[in-house]
Each structure stands twice: as C-alpha cells, then as structure tokens.
C-alpha cells in the first residue's frame, strides 16, 4: 500500500507506483497472489477490510516516505490490532526508522533499500517458516529488549534487466491506466546534500535500452490512449551514447505512435554533452527538469551540485536553441547561508533564466526537506540548519521543517513568498511585453491538448488571459489561424472571428466603447461585431460599407483600412481566421 492524506493542492507527481508494481511482479513470479493499492488513506480501511475477507492475506505492506510517515505509523496500529497479520513497511524513508518506530506503529518488520530480494526471503518465512529473520539482509526487527535488530545491509540488485516488468494487473481500486512512468536506470553518482541519494548506495545500474524499449512497448500495447511517457531517473543524462541509443528508438516507435517524454538532467553532463538536447528534442522530448536549485555560486557549492549558475544558463539557453519546449526548474527555500542578500541573488537569478526562456521555464519553489541519510540530516548544524523536531509531520510544503541559523522561520517563508511574486510579475511583464515568441505559446498549447502535459506558463499566464486564451486554443485545435497564416490571394474568403464576446468584454460605462482601456472608434467597434466567425472578410465589408460609405471613396480603400484594423486586433489576441 502507497498511501497519502488528502490534501488540498498537493501535487502528488506520476502516481504510477513503480517500486510496488515492481515487487509485485517479483512475487508473483515466486508463486504469491500479491496486490497493490495506491490512494488516500481515508480510503484504506474499506480496501483491507474487503480483500482480507476475501483472500487468504499473510501480510500487508506499506510505503513510507517523507509525506506519508505519521499516516503509515497510524495504519499499522490499526491493521495489527484489527487483523493481527504480518505488517511490513519499506520505501525510501525506512532508512530513518528504528526502534521508536516499532514501539509507536506496532509494526513487525522494516524493510531497507530495494526490496526484491529482502521481500521474497521475509514472505518465505512468513509463510513457510523458511530461514531466520538474523538470515535477510535489508531487514530490521525489534529484538527482545526493544533494540533495533537488523540482518545487515543489502547490495542492490546488479541486473535490472533480469527483473519483470511492473505488475500493473495487480492493482487494486484504481481506475486509472498505467505505464506513464519508467525507469530506465538506479542510482546516482553525485553526492548532493540535499538528495536521499547522497548517502545510500550510489551504484549506476542502467538497463539496456532494448530492455527499456521493450516495456514501454508493452505499456503502449496495453494502454492505446498514453500518449507521454515520464522518464523517472535521477540521472538519465549520464552517458551520451546511451541517449543516443534512447532517442534512436523512440524515434523509430514514433513513425507508428505519437508520443512524447520527459526526463531529468543533470545540469554539468548537458553541459558538457550539449548534443544530447538536440538529440532527445529530435526523439520528442516535450519537458527537461534540471536542477537549479539557487542562483548563488557559495550554496551551490555547499549542496556539492558540481554545477555552476553559468552552466546553468548554458544549458538553458541551449535547451532553447534546440527547441525543447519546457524546462522545469526548483529553487529551495531556507538552505545553508540564506539571507537577504543570497536570497536576492537566487531571484535575480532566477528572473535572468525566465527572460534567456520566456514561455519555457518553470521555476518552482520549495522548502528544504531533510530527506533521511542525506549530509544536510545526518549533520545539519555543519550547514547552520537546524532540523525541527517531527520535521516529517510538516511534510506539505506549507512550512519551513528546517531553520536557518540568523532567520526565523517566518523570514524563511517571506523569502519564498518574495521570490514566488517576483517570479510570477517577471511571468507577466515578459508576457505583456509580447516577449514571449508565437511559436513558443502555441507549442504550450499543442502540449495540452495533445498529450494533456501543462506548463506553469500554461497554466498561471496564457490560461489567465482571455483573449490570449481563446486564441490560441482555436490556432492550436486546426479550428483557426492567424492573419499571417491566411493566404493573401484567398484573404476575402476566410472569415473572421473574435475570440471573445461582445457583451463581457466591451465596457460601454462611459458612452463609448473600450477594451481593457483602449477606446475602439466606430469602424473599429463595427468591425469587431462583424467579425463573429459566421461571414467572410468580402461579406464584413460590405456589411461595413453600407455603415460607412460615406468615409471612404471605395469599398477598395475600406478593405484596406479594414485590413490593417484586423492587423492590430489580431496582434491583441483579439481574431483569429477560419476557412470557409
């Protein structure tokens, strides 16, 4: 079981489960009927009690990670005291779980590190009395006197492509299709403070990419609707000839499926393989995370990132040149030496990025989590931070869990309310400008619409105007286009079309009309009411020409005003043009 409280606006990323449906497949090759259920934990107790009614259950897991610790610690009483079976728990954050945690969730057994192995060898003597639990490595217990017993640690799996494909057919009370995410590797070679990787066992272990292509295959065969496929690995820019190889097979499942992808960078491979991004943009790459994380050389050093702010922009601007069409990007709030003044420095920053990829980065915040085992939570006061105390339970987002040596924690929470404004009006200054390049709005608007991915851009900016809006979802779905876009010859037979209404958006409080404060004369307001989509520019004009026949010496030289009206209007997002 994967669990998560419900909370509003918590974005709970590819809920595809890999690690459970992983060892579910895992089981079931061993013989076990094993199912996966992932949802709210409000939903849990009627899940338990009808499957272990209705199966012969030997035991239940569960995932447990920074978000979810409390919730899971909370089930495990409740699923020992009710049903008495076996409880286990794993997930990432079962590196920090020891003795306290047995005594407070009542749990039998903690399961660390990747788990295939670890979990045949526990349900093996679950069920059959086969070994001893001092026998399994990744497994701890509690012993007799309450002390945290452990089998010793356990190397990760060396093959990944021994292992089956993720056991989608074993979920339970989901709706939803699967095979949206993968992971075509673990691991991760660097030693980022800040990261659960930093500590643990750092082996890159890569599948062969016809491994890799195979079950994407598979996930095609079995879901005809997927469309977007999210490459889960921490670090899938590590070796260039190997994503030349990926995008080399997409590019070949591409000529029969659409389909696009996202995966995440790392900043100082990119930038010293730049070819990768023409390369992965080629194969359909429609979204790039790479870390940001601060716009300031001492922190990124201190974080052991390995890159610097100008790699950063270098990588930026060349994922720009390549035309990859998002980039998304996190900067943390309240890490070592913040200030006012690095603050100011990471917004800076930050501002500088959106202006070298206006319409394509995304620029996030968040607090600094002290995710288990990394160097920030094994020696926090060596950074100046200091850990609060049940840090996990604030695992939401809404509040800083660490502190900041000289700042409080509202301090902390202004710099990221400063930095969201100043990145939000740097969003809309660049937007209001006209910045930001018709091909790259309307690249975000064929990314909804054809494989429902949205950009922050999409979403905060584009969707919030409404003429901006309209049009490009009528440009976007084939319905329309652009002036520049109707052939010159053919201009009197296309007909235009306003992308708003008259009545909501004209105001006629002072007399006359206007538009967000620009004050339309009679032709321009004629034109527009004309301009409903249904006749064509020669039919506007002769509706026009009965109005103002007196203006003008000829219909010709009303065309020719009309024209260049339609002109304006359209560079205001205001009509667009359909065919007959």
Avoid at 175 to 186: E, P
Avoid at 191 to 199: D, M
Avoid at 502 to 521: E, K
Wanted: hydrophobic share 40%; charged share 25%; glycine share 8%.
């Amino acid at each position: 079981m994967n669990v998560k409280r419900p909370v509003s606006g918590l974005n709970a990323g590819p809920v595809d489960c890999l690690g459970l449906f992983y060892l579910a497949a895992v089981l079931e090759n061993k013989g076990y009927d094993p199912w996966v259920f992932h949802g709210l934990t409000s939903d849990v107790p009627d899940v338990l009690e009808k499957n272990i009614k209705e199966k012969n259950v030997a035991a239940v897991g569960f995932s447990c990670d920074y978000q979810n610790r409390s919730a899971v610690e909370e089930l495990c009483r409740y699923v020992k005291n009710k049903y008495g079976v076996a409880v286990i728990v794993g997930g990432p954050q079962a590196v920090a779980l020891g003795a306290e945690f047995f005594k407070e969730s009542g749990c039998d057994y903690i399961v660390r590190g990747e788990a295939e192995d670890t979990l045949v060898e526990l349900l093996e003597l679950i069920t059959q009395s086969k070994g001893g639990r001092e026998l399994i490595k990744g497994l701890c217990w509690p012993g007799e006197d309450g002390a945290l017993m452990t089998g010793g640690e356990r190397e990760p799996a060396g093959d990944l492509d021994s292992l089956p494909f993720p056991a989608y057919h074993r979920a339970l009370g989901s709706n939803r299709s699967y095979g949206g995410t993968i992971f075509t590797g673990r691991g991760c070679p660097f030693s980022c403070a800040f990261c659960y990787q930093s500590n643990h066992k750092k082996k890159v272990r890569l599948r062969s990419v016809e491994n890799v292509m195979k079950e994407i295959a598979a996930n095609l065969d079995k879901n005809p609707d997927l469309k977007y496929i999210t490459v889960m690995d921490d670090t899938f820019t590590l070796n260039p000839q190997r994503v030349e190889e990926f995008c080399g097979a997409m590019n070949k499942l591409r000529i029969k499926r659409n389909i696009a992808w996202y995966c995440e960078g790392h900043v100082r491979t990119i930038a010293r393989h730049p070819e990768m991004l023409k390369m992965m943009a080629g194969a359909g790459l429609l979204r790039l995370q790479i870390g940001v994380e601060s716009g300031c050389r001492q922190i990124l050093d201190i974080y052991g990132k390995n890159t610097t702010p100008e790699e950063i922009e270098f990588v930026v601007s060349e994922a720009v040149r390549c035309k990859i069409p998002q980039i998304a990007t996190n900067l943390i709030i309240g890490g070592p030496l913040e200030s006012e003044k690095t603050s100011e420095e990471t917004i800076a920053f930050a501002e500088k990025l959106l202006n070298i990829a206006p319409g394509i980065i995304d620029i996030t915040t968040g607090f600094l989590r002290p995710y288990p085992g990394t160097a920030i939570s094994n020696a926090p006061g060596s950074f100046g931070l200091k850990i609060s105390e049940a840090a996990e339970i604030r695992s939401f987002d809404d509040y800083p869990p660490v502190s900041v040596d000289g700042l409080s924690a509202e301090d902390i929470i202004a710099n990221r309310v400063r930095t969201g404004r100043r990145i939000s009006k740097t969003m809309r200054g660049l937007l209001n400008e006209n910045k930001i390049p018709y091909e790259t709005i309307l690249s975000q608007y064929a990314a909804a619409r054809e494989y429902g991915v949205t950009s922050m851009w999409y979403l905060d900016a584009f969707k919030r105007n409404v003429f901006l809006d309209e049009y490009f979802r009528l440009i976007s779905s084939g319905a329309a286009v652009r002036m520049a876009g109707v052939p010159e010859d053919e201009f009197p037979l296309w007909r235009p079309q306003r992308t708003f209404e008259i009545w909501r958006i004209v105001d006629m409080r002072n007399g006359y009309p206007r538009i967000d404060g620009y004050v339309l004369s009679p032709l321009e307001f004629e034109l527009l009411l004309h301009s409903s989509g249904k006749t064509t520019f020669a039919e506007v004009l002769e509706g026009l020409y009965r109005i103002f026949a007196d203006k003008f010496e000829g219909i010709d030289e009303l065309a020719e005003h009309a024209a260049r009206l339609l002109k304006n209007f359209d560079s205001r997002r205001w009509v667009v043009f359909c065919k007959v």
